[in-house]
């Protein structure tokens, strides 16, 4: 009840502000019990730079929760642009959610998302899309009591690989020359398919693609 209290009192709830970097790091490493899972030739911090401040639409956002100056919780938005038909939608996908477990339970992450939902209503165009994928129950029950639906069938990542081997060293996989015949195959009938349709303005374009 104590702990409860002084939050009320004292949480800052604000964007995020260059220096906040070491500390969102630090968090989602212990939330996920190490951040970001992938094999990289950099550091977690450097693969957090480029997937929010080295990108190809620079308006992403991230957002803290602080309690006697550090960072206790944080909630990130991905921001990109969506073709549909001949439209041009403005979207976001909600990612990397963390709040420290010893802050649980306690209404910090609705804090932020209430933080954020302001802000969005000044977003310039406003959104088209919002998309959030988890398999964390209490955020589904949250995003859903605040009127997010769930979306009625299965979601598929399409992923552009520009270097096939350089792709497969990234993963510790068997079998990889199969793997490597079936990418070489899925491309060539890509490449075909694409010569054959007329109309090639529906779709998402990756303007980035290091990772």
Avoid at 18 to 40: A, M, R, S, T, Y
Avoid at 66 to 81: A, P, Q, S, T, Y
Wanted: net charge positive; charged share 25%; hydrophobic share 35%.
């Amino acid at each position: 009840m104590e702990l409860c209290t002084r939050l009320e009192r004292d949480l800052i709830v604000r964007q995020y502000l260059p220096g906040d970097e070491d500390q969102i790091v630090k968090l989602l490493q212990i939330v996920f019990q190490g951040w970001p899972h992938f094999d990289l030739d950099h550091s977690s911090k450097d693969h957090w730079d480029w997937k929010f401040l080295d990108n190809p639409i620079k308006n992403q956002l991230a957002f803290v929760a602080e309690f006697e100056n550090k960072i206790v919780g944080c909630d990130h938005m991905l921001m990109n642009r969506i073709k549909l038909g001949r439209k041009i939608f403005q979207c976001k996908q909600g990612v990397d959610a963390a709040v420290h477990p010893n802050f649980r339970g306690i209404g910090v992450y609705s804090k932020i998302r209430a933080y954020e939902m302001e802000v969005e209503l000044d977003f310039s165009p406003p959104l088209g899309l919002i998309y959030y994928a988890s398999g964390n129950p209490i955020i589904i029950n949250k995003e859903e009591g605040l009127g997010y639906r769930r979306f009625p069938h299965p979601i598929v990542h399409l992923v552009r690989i520009l270097n096939i081997d350089t792709h497969l060293k990234k993963y510790n996989l068997t079998k990889k020359s199969l793997l490597k015949y079936g990418y070489n195959t899925s491309k060539i009938l890509d490449l075909i398919q694409n010569s054959l349709k007329k109309n090639k303005g529906c779709g998402i374009k990756t303007e980035d693609s290091r990772y």
